[in-house]
């Protein structure tokens, strides 16, 4: 489907509460659009924050709720969301209610149950007319890019998740030299405060009750600061969370955290449930942590399936092998074979360093530099600035306001997976 600049990638929000209008349109996505991203969402409140967020080409929405609620829907976000070219489904005898969403702001309608060819000929149609984004890209300078957002993950606990995704983040502050926010985002089993030595004075709870209010002000007087430079967003203890943390308030504190980092490094937990999919689903990169045992290779497993049915192309997640060399472990060859996926980085077992480092809540690439273990984190992390920002030697910090953030950002901005 040739409707996109080259290396632009079709992003699709689907606003349906029905999972099998989701796989409807995977389905007639698959094999006929080679590169395209589709999120969804099931309420109708979530629609708005995630194409925000998102910035997608086409937004799908379903008519299951009602004409007036679905019209209203869309009024909405023909407003506020202009470079997306909207679409209701509806059912082929309601007409009327296909002429409602077209006033309300939709650029056409697809009927339902989705007829295939029809499906991907309206995306062609409303895409070959949509303004292009690389223009509207040099004519809003005002408006600054998003920072780029990493999110670890895993099948289960234990696998140093945790451990991984604190060297990394310190690791990128040190090799780029710009602004970098690490989140803790486990919920039932926060560990950032204990890993990195911070008092729990203040964390995600302070901000979620004004979030309507949110500015920068507010965002700095929440985060923590950390020796080595990066600061972090820490989480509650679970007996002290009144409420779990919401998909929505979940994407509104990490679009605030984009415009004002130029690296949003995501520490996310177990249970995997939706407010977690919201992190991932707004991931540039996924690092999925895994160990060289059999226990966690079958979730690792489950875990794949979950992201391909939710649309993620398969290279928006890294699997990384951590104690890649313990003793008795499943070797790589057998784990991608068994997985199906390839191993894009290893790190090397060193147990007692890394239960140490810990302990006394300092991260190993700053007390021990010149071991193994720190030169994967920053190998890892000299990856991910290389492949997202083209950045692999320090920027000078004294220029890296927010004029320049914009510039940097602009020159790579088109190059994001």
Known sequence: MAILSSGETLRLLLVSVREATRDEVG?????????????????????????????????????????????????????????????????????????????????????????????????????????????????????????????????????????????????????????????????????????????????????????????????????????????????????????????????????????????VIVDVGLPMDETAFAFLDSADRIILCVLPEMVGLRNTRLMLDQFKGRGYPERKTWLVLNRATMNGGISAGDIEERLHVHIAYRIPDDQPLATHSINRGVPLVMSHRRSALARAFRDLARRLAEEMMGVVEPVDERRAGVGFLRRLFRRTSHARV
């Open 27 to 263: 389905d007639a996505l698959t094999g006929r659009v080679d590169d395209y991203r589709l999120y969804w969402v099931s309420q109708s409140e979530l629609a708005l924050p995630r194409a925000r967020e998102v910035s997608p080409h086409v937004i799908l929405v379903d008519d299951v709720r009602g004409a007036a609620d679905m019209s209203e829907l869309i009024g909405r976000l023909a407003g506020q969301v202009p470079g997306a070219a909207i679409l209701a489904l509806v059912e082929a005898e309601a007409m009327a209610r296909a002429r409602q969403a077209v006033l309300a702001g939709a650029r056409g309608f697809i009927t339902k149950p989705l007829q295939v060819e029809e499906f991907v000929a309206t995306l062609r149609q409303v895409l070959s007319s949509r303004p292009s984004f690389v223009e509207a890209d040099e004519e809003e300078e005002s408006e600054a890019p998003l920072g780029r957002t990493i999110v670890f993950c895993a099948p289960r606990g234990g696998t140093g998740r945790t451990t991984l995704a604190i060297n990394t983040a310190i690791s990128l502050r040190q090799i780029t030299n710009v602004p970098v926010v690490l989140v803790d985002a486990d919920y039932a089993a926060p560990a950032l405060d204990v890993a990195l030595n911070l008092p729990e004075e203040r964390d995600i709870s302070d901000l979620l009750p004004r979030l309507s209010l949110l500015d920068e002000e507010l965002i700095f007087g929440v985060l923590t600061r950390h020796v080595s430079g990066i600061h972090v967003l820490l989480a509650p203890p679970p007996a002290d969370l009144a409420s779990p943390v919401s998909p929505s308030q979940a994407q509104e504190v990490l679009h605030w955290l984009r415009r004002l980092f130029p690296w």
